[in-house]
């Protein structure tokens, strides 16, 4: 199964970008994207980022993401 993950974009260089993922950063393409700047909300799949979305949508997912692994940490 692939997951897609919200995260937040900290720094832009050419195609590449620093993103924040879970207090972890990582640099990711930015290829697929038009004009992302820092402080976008973007969808990573695989080491890409794949879509904009808006900071709402974003912390909406992560909330979700988090109570799936709270429920799942019980069992």
Known sequence: MCLAIPAKIL????????????GMRREVSVILLDNVSV???V???AGFAIERLSE????QTLAL???IMDTNAVH
Do not use: K, M, Q, Y
Request: aromatic letters at 8%; charged letters at 35%.
């Open 43 to 45: 969808i990573v799949h």
């Open 65 to 67: 993401f988090r109570e």
């Open 56 to 59: 709402e949508d974003a912390e």
């Open 11 to 22: 720094s832009v260089d050419g195609d590449t970008a620093v993103i924040e993922l879970g």
């Open 39 to 41: 402080g976008d909300w």
